[in-house]
């Protein structure tokens, strides 16, 4: 059996790639993005980008480069990234040997080409877990972790989508009211769909006015 | 002969033996085994023709759900099990055996394939089914959650290898979760046990950490 997971079909890394990239989607581990600093795959984990709504000024990276990885196992420096649209690079895959700090302005006035799938994050994080520490975890305990956040990022682009940029404080409002309950209800596993039901109403609500 | 068959019956054909001699009770002791002996297989087989029933009935019934659901468009259906259910987009696209972006160009108005409108259509319906029938307060939680906490399993795990009828007994008491699990894959314990828990670190934040 493989010591690290690969993706069924490379498709299944990407939520979005090209032109399918909505422009209001949060910075997110797993962005493939095109900077004046060259192409770089965000590594810093979804969890730790951001103080409260607002990002931190730095975030690590790794460069993407044109490489073929031959085999997902055994290429443990490499993230490959199959499929997203860095302009030059045939085979672009994210080199973690290189990993850096970036500043975070640098990321958000590139372009973004492509964004990950929550599978793709997965397999990033454990190959990223793995290249710094020699441990393999199964991509379901991290599925498990990363489910409230990336929850929050999915209803985030479903409330930007549908309300536009400038209700994005309502959108942390609203999680954080009531002592911070929706919040709480997205890291429970058992509460969580009330948690999403209760936004997806809430955007239904302000949308159809 | 008459067949006791319960346990109140069999306590009081020992009573009444209580006084008779041993070559009588060790008579009737044997016919006892007889009758249950003989019982057995009967019993066996109506067991098995009871469940396979069921079985057929709740597929039929998840058949007609599903057809009446697939009029819907995928619109109404995404909006069914996102809104009302509470999956998420990534959910939904794992359950429906379609990748994220697929689901992406579905809520923008593009058509799926008429298999794939079945797949969501049968995903709305299984959770229909689910809240109807068995007591499951939230379907979409209780297909996401893990069945066992030491091991990563989920119902949704489950759902996508096709078990949504051993799902459904499950959920309304016929089996437990090692039952469950078992029919679905003997080896589970071992292909999915979990050595780590989330835990709330010093921080506040969530943490992976080895079960203690």
Redesign the interface.
Known sequence: MALLASPD?P??L????GD?VPAHRMLMQGDVVVTDDGPLLVVTHA?SMRRGAELHDTQMAAPIEDHQVSKWDGSYDWMPAPGAPVPDVDNPAGLLRVLRSVDTSLLVSGERVAVM??LGIQLLQQRLAHHLTRVA??T???A??CA?I??EA?LHEDWMGALGAYAEPQFHDLLDTDDRKLRSWL?D?????????TV??EI?RRRDG | MSIQTSDTSTQLERDTTTETSTASTLETIRRLQRSYDELTGPVRVLHEDVAAGRRDVREWDLDERTAAKARLDALALLEELSTDRGFSWSDIARLSGVSVSAVRKWRSGEAPSPERRRDLARLAAFVDLLDEIAPVSDPASWMLMRLSDSHTATAADLYLDGRSHDLLEHAQGHFGVGELLERWNPDWRDETRSEWEIVTAADGERSIARRS
């Open positions: 079909d498709d299944d990407w939520q979005a790639v399918e969890c799938s929550n975890i199964e379901a305990e991290l498990e972790h409230p990336l929850s999915e890291s596993p058992a509460k969580r769909p009330q948690a999403i039901t997806r109403r239904r």
